[in-house]
């Protein structure tokens, strides 16, 4: 009688054991399989937006060129850069007063990621208006004594509008 009852443990010890022996297998070989590659390389570019943001006194000029880097280990290690990547170096990049260079960059982020275009050509047209302000006033010395009121400095007449009469409806 006892014969009998000791046969079904052992089985089921046995049984317990294989699973055990298949779960630390599986566990090891587990550990040991290599972890999937990232589709970009975010390495620089999310501190350096975070400082951007939060504008702790942080260069520009420092922060792209932090950028810079990135994008060429990106290319020394053939991965991709991320998205948003090329716009934010462009936005560095036309902070800096250097509008072609920034342009470029929201090209490149423009070609890379097509869904990105309207907000580029957004910023893109706002580029070229920030980047013709001061180019205007700096063009017009004549206005700039007209407002101040030196002598000598001409000014053109204003153009003189009346006031459109009052339409009369018919009788």
């Known amino acids: 009688m006892m014969k009998t009852m000791a046969q079904p443990r052992r089985t089921a010890f046995a049984r317990t054991g294989r699973a055990l022996a298949i779960t630390a297998l599986a566990g090891l070989l587990g550990a040991c399989a290599q972890q999937p590659k990232s589709l970009y390389t975010w390495e620089g570019y999310q ?15 420092v922060q792209a060129q932090t950028l810079e880097k990135s994008v060429e280990k990106a290319r020394a290690t053939n991965r991709e850069l991320p998205p948003g ?3 934010h170096l462009g936005m560095l990049y036309l902070k800096m007063g250097d509008g072609e260079k920034g ?5 490149g982020e423009k070609q890379a990621f097509p869904e990105s275009t309207p907000f580029m050509d957004f910023l ?22 007209v407002a101040r009121n030196e002598p000598g400095a001409k000014s053109e007449p204003a153009a003189q509008t009346e006031p459109a009469a009052p339409k009369k409806k018919g009788n």
Not at 137 to 142: E, K, L, N, R, V
Request: aromatic share 8%.
């Open 103 to 107: 342009v470029e960059q929201l090209q």
């Open 85 to 87: 990547f090329r716009a």
């Open 47 to 61: 501190p350096t937006v975070y400082a951007y943001l939060k504008e702790d006194g942080n260069d520009y000029a």
């Open 124 to 145: 893109m047209r706002n580029a070229g208006k920030s980047a013709a302000a001061p180019q205007a006033q700096a063009a017009t010395p004549a206005a700039e004594s």
